[in-house]
């Protein structure tokens, strides 16, 4: 994940349309093996890959960041460690779902974050002129590289064959820690920019819109047809993801996918999170598409209470997944739910204080009760 130690500090203030449905119907509680991934907080080795794959895991979420792998204007592209990523992925038989996030110095500056002493985002969106250009010639890049006849493949004939399928645009871009001033109708122009790019080298790749933070600290919200002003710039997920559709005539053909991070106290409050969402995307017309859940989780640090609503201890924090994948693999068809990704595989060390226990495994791979219950719905081995 992207440095997301700062977002504890706002987590912390709480036609075939009918068939699908028939399909959906049909398939009630059952879901794939695929359903349930996770996400790290750092660069696994293989060791670690092995240890998920025994667990059942098939999915990963991992971030992309741009301004690390390209630092210098014109200079190349450093692919180096997230090679190593997609070759302990395939090895494992793990599908790797990538986040595309951030931007190059050269391409957008960071700015500091609204309300935020000693944080940095980019100023913007890289969509308008030379950084628009510059940002659509790295997903080819990418995608050219990773995806379905991607040019690793060819390199690594040793490494079994398991293209990125699915591309994930941006990371809570409704969230000021990822954007300085989170803007709506520009993040719709950044989707249509990376359809393009991504299409245009693998017609096949899925485009799934950028996870969206529920309920930022602060954020604006329609209440009624009342815009509720913010104290901050972030916005609600639902009235970010309205604005998108009503600015951007036409965005509904370049994704597959909306993507929802509906971090909750408890896990019974992750149902009216969901259906908001999905009410947004039934009034804009696109009730038919999928829902990826791609953040979703709790720390094993002891309760803090109002402090810190997610810190719910080990026992708390395997008691809080097994509800919520309960819940969510239950009312998976009602949901048009694809994935859910858990979050995170591993503790980070001095990051935020979510961040540092919601891990399924805690300092030196050391399986936690969570882990366990995660190996259940998987059918994995903890």
């Keep these: ?6 977002k504890a500090r706002a987590l912390t ?3 075939a349309v009918v068939l699908a449905l028939g399909v959906f119907a049909a398939s009630a509680g059952a879901v794939t093996a695929k359903f349930f991934g996770v996400v790290p907080q750092s660069n696994l080795s293989q060791e670690q890959f092995t240890t998920l794959k025994q667990g ?4 990963m979420r991992v971030a992309m960041i741009w301004g690390g792998m390209q630092p210098t204007r014109g200079g190349a592209i450093n692919w180096g460690e997230f090679d190593g990523q997609v070759e302990r992925a395939a090895k494992s038989g793990i599908e790797l779902l990538p986040f595309i996030v951030g931007t190059p110095a050269w391409v957008v500056p960071s700015v500091n974050v609204p309300g935020a002493p000693g944080a940095k985002a980019p100023a913007r ?6 950084a628009g250009t510059a940002w659509s010639a790295f997903l080819k890049a990418a995608v050219g590289r990773y995806g379905t006849n991607g040019t690793f493949w060819a390199e690594h004939p040793t490494v079994p064959v398991k293209p990125i399928k699915a591309w994930q645009i941006w990371n809570e871009p409704n969230f000021k820690y990822f954007v300085a001033k989170p803007n709506p109708a520009e993040y719709g122009k950044l989707v249509k920019l990376s359809s393009s790019a991504i299409k245009s080298t693998d017609p096949t790749a899925k485009v799934v819109l950028a996870g969206l ?3 930022p600290a602060g954020a604006r919200y329609l209440n009624g047809k009342k815009v509720m002003h913010a104290t901050s710039p972030n916005y609600f997920a639902s009235y970010f993801l309205e604005q998108m559709y009503k600015t951007n005539p036409g965005i509904k053909s370049s994704f597959q996918g909306v993507a929802l991070h509906p971090y909750v106290a408890r896990y019974r409050q992750l149902t009216p999170e969901i259906e908001e969402l999905r009410g947004v995307m039934t009034r804009s017309g696109d009730a038919a598409k999928g829902l ?8 094993s640090e002891p309760p803090q209470g109002p402090s810190n609503v997610f810190a719910v201890g080990t026992s708390g924090q395997a008691r809080e997944l097994k509800g919520a994948f309960t819940l969510l693999k239950a009312d998976a068809a009602k949901f048009r739910l694809q994935h859910v990704y858990w979050f995170s595989v591993d503790d980070a060390a001095e990051t935020c204080n979510f961040c540092n226990g919601s891990g399924l495994f805690k300092k030196g791979f050391v399986p936690k009760k969570s882990w366990t219950e995660f190996t259940k719905f998987t059918g994995g081995t903890p």
Excluded: Q, Y
Excluded at 125 to 130: D, I, R
């Design 213 to 215: 933070f529920a309920k």
């Design 1 to 6: 994940m992207l440095k997301a130690s700062r």
């Design 56 to 59: 059942g895991v098939k999915e």
């Design 13 to 15: 203030a709480v036609s």
């Design 125 to 130: 969106l890289p969509v308008a002129g030379s």
């Design 292 to 299: 990826w859940i791609t953040e979703l989780g709790w720390s």
